[in-house]
C-alpha cells in the first residue's frame, strides 16, 4: 500500500505557472510508474502526465510543451510543473500509482485558472 498526499493547487491567472507535489508514505525508487490525472466538472478523470522508474515520460497532447512531470526519489515525490496555464486546465489534480488488482489516488489538489 501507499498514500499519496497532492499540494501545490490554487487560484492562478491564464499565463501563470503552479508546481504540483505528491508525497507518497513509502520510498517511490521502487514504484515502476507514477502519474498525474485530472478531472473537471462534468467530466472524466484523464491522465495528463505519467513517468517510469527510468524517468521515460508521456504527455496528454494538450499540455504537451507547458507541463513537466518529474520525480525526487530522495524526497518521495512527485511533481508536476505546470506553466503558460490556461483557463480550460482548471480542473482537480490527482496523483497516481497503478497496481495489481487496484490503482493508488491521493485527494486531489485543485488548480483554477481565470482572470
Known amino acids: 500500500q501507499v498514500q499519496l498526499v497532492e499540494s501545490g493547487g490554487g487560484l492562478v491567472q491564464p499565463g501563470g505557472s503552479l508546481r504540483l507535489s505528491c508525497v507518497a508514505s513509502?520510498?517511490?525508487?521502487?514504484?515502476?510508474?507514477m502519474a498525474w490525472y485530472r478531472q473537471a466538472p462534468g467530466k472524466q478523470r484523464n491522465l495528463v502526465a505519467s513517468i517510469t522508474r527510468s524517468g521515460s515520460t508521456n504527455y496528454e497532447d494538450s499540455v504537451k510543451g507547458r507541463f513537466t512531470i518529474f520525480r525526487d526519489n530522495a524526497k518521495n515525490t512527485l511533481y508536476l510543473q505546470m506553466n503558460s496555464l490556461k483557463p480550460e486546465d482548471t480542473a482537480v489534480y490527482y496523483c497516481?500509482?497503478?497496481?495489481?488488482?487496484?490503482?493508488?489516488w491521493g485527494q486531489g489538489t485543485q488548480v483554477t485558472v481565470s482572470s
Open positions: 497516481q500509482v497503478p497496481a495489481p488488482g487496484t490503482d493508488y
Open positions: 513509502k520510498p517511490i525508487f521502487s514504484i515502476n510508474s
